[in-house]
C-alpha cells in the first residue's frame, strides 16, 4: 500500500508519494529544486515495486520535519507565514496536484498573502519535499554560513572592531596556532598544573615581546581571549583532565564512577475521537480474588469515518495523558500482537486498524501540553480540544461507552446500577458482587470490540453521496472501502519514535554519577563519549529526558531540540535497589526514604550534642585536676619526655599484668587427684621484662 509520506528509491531519484487512491499516485522528487507533483498510475508502481525498481527507504529529511524552529526565532516567524498562506491550500487534495486546477488555488494564495509567484512555489515545494508537515515550513537557516568548517584570516582580525583598547590587534594564523599548540602542550597539558595566567605569559614571551616588557608593547599580540578561545575550542575536558592528572590519577580520581461528524470526514483515519469513562464494573485483585479495587478506567479511540474503534486502555489510572497515551499507542500497534497479550487469537484482517490520524479531538484536560505539540508539528496530527460540558462534539466515542457497557452487563456481576448502596432495607451492596479481575474484564472487552467492528451494523449511520447504498454500515467495511477508494490518510511512523515522543518529560541533572533523576542514576554510551560523567565537565548541568511510569529500568535521553534525537539510558549499579519498579512505586520508596532520613538527621544532631557535652566535661575534670606552673616550671616540664612517656608505659604494662593476674587466679578450678597425687601448678604469667624478650632500647626515638 502506497501512503502519503512514504519515501521510494526509484532509479538515480528519490520520491515521495503525496497522495494515492485505487488508480493513481501523486509524488515528486525531493531532490530536484524546481520540482512539481507528477502523476502516476498505482499498477505501474506495483510493477516497479515488484521489479525491484522502486525501492522503500528511509525518510533523509526526518530530523528536520521533526525539529520545530525555537521560539520568536526568525524561522518561526519564516513557518508562520507560509503556513498562513497556504495552509488551506494543501488541503485540497487532489486538486492541488493537478496543473488544471492548481491555478484557481494559486490565485487564491496570491490574493490573500500578498506573496510573489516564486515564493509561493517555493513554500509548496519544501512543504511536499520535507515531510508534509508545518515543520517543513521553518526557515532553514542552519544551511547559511560555514556551519563546522574553520575561518582563514590572513590579514585581519575577526570579531568587533576595538572601541576601548588602542590598536587592531593581530589575526590568529595558521603559524599563531601552531605557536599555541607549543605553549598550551608545554605548559598547561601537563602535570604540573601551571596556571592560565602563567601559559598566556609564556606565550607573549615566545610571541617576541622584549623583557623588560612595557604596556605599548602589548597592543598587537594575540589576546588573552584568542588564546583562551583556542585552548577550550582545540582540547577536550577529558584530554586535558588526563594529561593535567595522569593516567593513574585520573582513572584514580576522575573516571565515570557508575557501578469529529462523518459529513466532515472525508475518509478512514482523517478524524479520531478519544475519550475516557468509569467503567461500570467493580473488580478484583489478580493477586487475591477476595480484595475489592474498585472500578476500572476505559479509554476507546474511534474512527469516525467507519465507526472502527481502532484503540483501547482499560486500567486502574485515573483519565490523564498518560491513560490516553497508552489508548493512542494501542492506536498505532498491531493488533495481532496486542490481543496475544491477552490469549485472544485473530488474524490481521479482523483488526486491520494501524496508524495515527489527521485529526484527534479529545478532551482538553487531557489533550493538552508538549505531547500535542509533539504531535501536531512533527507527526502532523491535527489536534483539536472540546468545550466544557459539550461532550456532543464527540459523539461517536460517548456513544460506543454505553452501547459497549450494556452488551457486558448480563454476563459480569458487580456491575453498577442506579440505585444507591445501603438507602434501602435489604438493598444489594453491587461492590460486593465483583468477580472479573482486570485482565478478564480486558478480555470480554476486546471480544465486544472485534465483535462491534466485524459485525455490527450502524443502523443510525448517515451514509455519504459517494458510498454504494448496498455497502453495509459496519465498521469494519466502512474501514476497508475508505482505505480503497478513499484517499488514505493514516500515517505509518515508527512506533518506537512515537511512543517515546508521546512519554513525559522533564529535567534530569548531570552529575559524576550519571544522569541523575528521582534519586536514581542512569548512563548510556554516549553521554560517556561526551565526557558529562568526567569530574572535571564544565558543560551543562541538566538535560531533557523522557521517562516510562511504567519502569525505572530505563529513560530516553533527549540531547537536541528533533523530536526524532533520542538515546535510550539504563539504570546503573549504584541504584540497582530501584530496579524493577514503577515510577510510582519509585516515588513511594522515596518519600519513605527522606522520611526516615529526616528522623535520622534529628537523632544524629541530638546525639552531636550530647558528644560535645560529653566532650566539655571530661576536658573541664581533666582541666580542674591540672596543676599551675610558673613559667619557668612550665619551660623544664617539656624536658625529659621520653623517660616520662616510658616510665609510664611500664607502669600501663604492670597494671595490666596485674588485671590478668587476678583473673587467672578467679578462673582457677580446684583439682582432686584420683590417685592422690600431688600436682603442681605451672605458672603462666607474663615476664615483667618485655624489653628484654622485645629487644628494645631504653630510649624512645
Not at 280 to 308: C, H, K, M, Q, W
Request: glycine share 6%.
Amino acid at each position: 500500500m502506497f501512503m502519503p509520506n512514504d519515501v521510494y528509491a526509484w532509479d538515480d531519484k528519490r520520491i515521495r508519494i503525496l497522495w494515492s487512491n485505487q488508480q493513481a499516485i501523486f509524488w515528486i522528487d525531493i531532490d530536484d529544486d524546481y520540482a512539481l507533483p507528477q502523476i502516476a498510475s498505482k499498477s505501474d508502481f506495483e510493477h516497479f515495486m515488484a521489479r525491484r525498481e522502486l525501492l522503500s527507504i528511509a525518510d533523509p529529511y526526518i530530523k528536520f520535519s521533526m525539529t520545530s524552529p525555537k521560539k520568536g526565532s526568525k524561522a518561526e516567524a519564516v513557518q508562520e507565514k507560509a503556513w498562513d498562506a497556504i495552509g488551506l491550500v494543501i488541503k485540497a487534495e487532489p486538486d492541488i496536484y493537478q496543473r488544471k486546477t492548481r491555478g484557481k488555488l494559486f490565485n487564491q494564495v496570491l490574493e490573500q498573502s500578498g506573496a510573489t509567484k516564486q515564493t509561493v512555489y517555493r513554500w509548496l515545494r519544501r512543504y511536499w519535499q520535507f515531510g508534509m508537515c508545518k515543520n517543513a515550513l521553518s526557515g532553514r537557516y542552519e544551511l547559511c554560513g560555514g556551519p563546522g568548517k574553520p575561518k582563514k584570516f590572513e590579514y585581519k582580525r575577526n570579531g568587533r572592531r576595538r572601541t576601548r583598547s588602542p590598536g587592531e590587534g593581530v589575526p590568529v594564523t595558521e603559524q599563531i596556532k601552531s605557536l599555541f599548540r607549543i605553549v598550551i602542550e608545554k605548559c598547561l597539558l601537563n602535570q604540573g598544573k601551571y596556571e592560565f595566567d602563567y601559559a598566556y605569559n609564556q606565550l607573549l614571551i615566545a610571541y617576541g615581546v622584549k623583557l623588560p616588557c612595557e604596556p605599548e608593547e602589548l597592543i598587537d599580540v594575540p589576546t588573552e581571549r584568542q588564546f583562551s578561545y583556542f585552548y577550550k575550542k582545540e582540547y577536550t575536558s577529558i584530554e586535558v583532565t588526563r594529561k593535567r592528572e595522569g593516567e593513574i590519577n585520573y582513572l584514580k580520581d576522575h573516571r565515570p564512577v557508575l557501578s469529529t461528524s462523518t459529513a466532515e470526514v472525508p475518509g478512514p483515519g482523517y478524524l479520531y475521537q478519544i475519550d475516557a469513562t468509569i467503567a461500570d464494573v467493580y473488580l478484583v485483585s489478580e493477586l487475591n480474588r477476595e480484595e475489592i479495587i474498585g472500578r476500572p478506567t476505559l479509554y476507546f479511540v474511534v474512527d469516525v469515518f467507519s465507526r472502527a474503534i481502532v484503540g483501547i486502555y482499560i486500567g486502574l489510572e485515573n483519565p490523564s495523558w498518560i491513560a490516553a497515551m497508552e489508548a493512542l499507542s494501542a492506536s498505532m500497534a498491531d493488533k495481532v500482537e496486542y490481543c496475544a497479550q491477552f490469549d485472544i487469537d485473530i488474524t490481521s484482517d479482523m483488526w486491520p486498524m494501524q496508524g495515527l490520524p489527521e485529526n484527534l479531538i479529545g478532551d482538553k484536560g487531557e489533550i493538552l501540553g508538549r505531547h500535542v505539540e509533539v504531535l501536531s508539528k512533527a507527526f502532523h496530527v491535527d489536534i483539536q480540544n472540546t468545550p466544557s460540558f459539550r461532550a456532543d462534539w464527540k459523539g461517536s466515542v460517548e456513544r460506543y461507552f454505553r452501547t459497549t457497557q450494556t452488551k457486558m452487563k448480563p454476563f459480569v456481576e458487580g456491575y453498577v446500577t442506579k440505585d444507591p448502596i445501603g438507602k434501602k432495607r435489604h438493598g444489594n451492596d453491587y461492590r460486593q458482587d465483583g468477580i472479573l479481575t482486570l485482565k478478564e474484564f480486558t478480555k470480554m472487552m476486546i471480544k465486544i470490540v472485534l465483535f462491534y467492528n466485524n459485525e455490527h451494523v450502524i443502523s443510525t449511520y448517515d451514509i455519504d453521496s459517494g458510498i454504494p447504498k448496498n455497502l453495509p454500515a459496519n465498521p469494519l467495511t466502512l474501514w476497508n472501502w475508505g482505505i480503497e477508494y478513499r484517499t488514505g490518510l493514516l500515517r505509518r511512523p515508527d512506533s518506537k519514535l512515537v511512543n517515546v515522543n508521546l512519554l513525559p518529560h522533564t529535567t534530569a541533572t548531570i552529575t559524576e554519577h550519571g544522569l541523575k533523576l528521582f534519586g536514581c542514576y542512569y548512563s548510556c554510551k554516549e553521554a560517556l563519549d561526551w565526557g558529562w560523567f568526567e569530574g572535571n565537565y564544565r558543560g551543562p548541568k541538566s538535560v531533557t529526558v523522557a521517562y516510562d511510569l511504567y519502569t525505572t529500568n530505563t529513560i530516553y535521553l533527549r540531547p537536541s531540540d528533533s523530536y526524532a534525537d533520542f538515546i535510550p539510558a539504563n539504570l546503573t549499579a549504584r541504584s540497582r535497589a530501584f530496579a524493577n519498579m514503577t515510577m510510582w512505586e519509585l516515588w513511594t520508596t522515596r518519600d519513605e526514604q527522606n522520611t526516615a532520613a529526616a528522623t535520622s538527621k534529628l537523632k544524629a544532631r541530638s546525639g552531636s550534642v550530647n558528644l560535645v557535652n560529653d566532650l566539655e566535661q571530661i576536658a573541664d575534670e581533666a582541666k580542674s585536676k591540672q596543676p599551675k606552673y610558673t613559667k619557668a616550671e612550665k619551660a623544664q616540664r617539656a624536658k625529659g619526655i621520653s623517660d616520662n612517656k616510658s616510665n609510664e608505659r611500664q607502669y600501663e604494662r604492670d597494671k595490666k599484668s596485674a588485671n590478668n593476674d587476678q583473673m587467672s587466679n578467679e578462673s582457677i578450678a580446684t583439682v582432686t587427684s584420683i590417685h592422690g597425687a600431688k600436682t603442681t601448678q605451672k605458672s603462666f604469667k607474663l615476664p615483667t621484662r618485655l624489653k628484654d624478650l622485645l629487644k628494645e632500647d631504653d630510649l624512645d626515638e
